[in-house]
Every structure is written in structure tokens, then in C-alpha cells.
């Protein structure tokens, strides 16, 4: 079993950064892939961001190419989202998951945490 915390989310202006934290525990050796998914206010969850535990494989939304980074620190089991120039159309609740290959598809990803709140304001 794994479990998924996230944290690091908040209200900012538009141009603004955050850095969201995902801290993972439990039996993750079969959760090869981890990322990133939100949530807006009446919308479906969506992918953000996706990467291997090793690095070597990552993935993007289109959306947020260019502004966000994923990476990772193995020793501390923990999942980061850099997010730079935030718009208000990046306000959802965020939520790291656990997974066994990098892709965008919501399916694929067995654990979840429970979400942190990003909210930009224009």
C-alpha cells in the first residue's frame, strides 16, 4: 500500500510561483511512475505532469509546458511541482498519484492523495 500527501498549495497572484510537495510512503518499489493531476471548479480531473522514480521518463500537459517542472528526491520519497507564472486558469485542487507507467491517462495511477488547493488570482 502507498500513501500520498501533498502539500505546498495557496493563494497567489497571477505571475506568481509555488512549489507543491508530494510525500509518498508505504510499499512504492511497484509504483514506478508518479504525477500530478487537478481539478478545476466543474471541470474533470486532468493531467498535469508525470515522471519516472528514475528520472528518465517525463511527461507534460500542454498547458503547462514551459511554466511547471516535475522532479523528485528518491531518498525522501518525495514528488515536487515547480510552478512558475501561474494563470487563474491553473486554480484547481491538485493531487499527486502513484502509478506503474508515465502516462496522462487517470486510470493508470493506483493511489492518490487527497489534494492541496492552488489558487490564482488575476
Known amino acids: 500500500q502507498v500513501q500520498l500527501v501533498e502539500s505546498g498549495g495557496g493563494l497567489v497572484q497571477a505571475g506568481d510561483s509555488l512549489r507543491l510537495s508530494c510525500a509518498a510512503s508505504?510499499?512504492?518499489?511497484?509504483?514506478?511512475?508518479m504525477g500530478w493531476f487537478r481539478q478545476a471548479p466543474g471541470k474533470e480531473r486532468e493531467f498535469v505532469a508525470a515522471?519516472?522514480?528514475?528520472?528518465?521518463?517525463?511527461l507534460y500537459a500542454d498547458s503547462v509546458k514551459g511554466r511547471f517542472a516535475i522532479s523528485r528526491d528518491n531518498a525522501k520519497n518525495t514528488l515536487y511541482l515547480q510552478m512558475n507564472n501561474l494563470k487563474p486558469e491553473d486554480t484547481a485542487v491538485y493531487s499527486c498519484?502513484?502509478?506503474?507507467?508515465?502516462?496522462?491517462?487517470?486510470?493508470?495511477?493506483?493511489?492518490w492523495g487527497q489534494g492541496t488547493q492552488v489558487t490564482v488570482s488575476s
Open positions: 508505504g510499499r512504492t518499489f511497484s509504483q514506478t511512475a
Open positions: 498519484a502513484a502509478g506503474q507507467t508515465v502516462l496522462p491517462i487517470r486510470s493508470l495511477y493506483n493511489y
Open positions: 515522471t519516472s522514480w528514475d528520472g528518465f521518463s517525463t
